[in-house]
């Protein structure tokens, strides 16, 4: 298995649901996953970015030896980080440190080239998805809501160090729609976990939240990225 492995397309194309596939294998081989995303089936970690970055700024252990990292649309995370270089540095040495630790990361984005360039040239494995209309003569779909049809998705395999395609295999239901039903494809990703819990309740009074709405902000912020 890759120790990096991305996976990018347009919304509705099953990108989410590769990489699930693969942690799904990741996990039966022993590792721990540590996840930004609502996996129902799977036992799992919260992502807590903050308490990642500072493991990998003092090049510290995880509490797990063996860590599989399940990031979901990637690039919102890099995307607010954009003006901060400092952490944009220790960003670089978690991704290095991946290597060494024998860690593995499988990310999605919605293009290759919106994830951060330091991880596009670490990735081995990248798979392009997306979705079809189901029939003998089925076109791509691309409507994320499309009702009219049966659909199966598609996925081509890069190997990013041979500069080749080296598989393309497809995914049918029900198979499909078993492995959908084991995570929430509808979550909405918080950025909340990119924020000291100060600068989150500084944020949240600027905008005249009122205390009731902030605590219980708060709540969820403790208790689901109080891991690491």
Not at 19 to 44: A, C
Not at 122 to 140: Q, R
Not at 180 to 186: A, V
């Amino acid at each position: 298995m890759p120790l990096i492995l991305g996976a990018s397309g347009y919304l509705g194309s099953g990108k989410s649901l590769a990489t699930y596939g693969i942690i799904k294998d990741d996990y039966q081989e022993g590792y721990v996953i540590y996840t930004n995303r609502d996996l129902k089936i799977l036992p799992n970690k919260r992502i807590n970015w903050n308490k990642l970055l500072t493991h990998a700024l003092l090049g510290t252990d995880f509490p797990d030896p063996k860590i599989v990292w399940d990031f979901d649309e990637i690039e919102y995370y890099l995307d607010a980080r954009a003006s901060m270089d400092l952490t944009h540095l220790i960003y670089s040495y978690f991704l290095y440190q991946i290597r060494k630790r024998k860690h593995r990361l499988r990310y999605t984005s919605t293009s290759p080239y919106l994830a951060d360039l330091r991880m596009r040239n670490e990735t081995e494995i990248t798979i392009k998805c997306s979705k079809w209309h189901e029939g003998k003569n089925g076109l791509m779909c691309t409507d994320p809501e499309c009702r009219s049809f049966r659909h199966y998705f598609e996925y081509k395999v890069i190997n990013n160090i041979e500069e080749r395609e080296t598989n393309v295999f497809e995914v049918h239901d029900p198979d499909a729609t078993q492995l959908l039903n084991e995570y929430d494809s509808y979550e909405i990703l918080s950025p909340a976990t990119l924020l000291p819990r100060e600068s989150l309740i500084s944020i949240m009074e600027k905008l005249h939240i009122s205390p009731e709405d902030i605590q219980k902000a708060l709540e969820r912020y403790d208790k689901e990225y109080d891991s690491l």
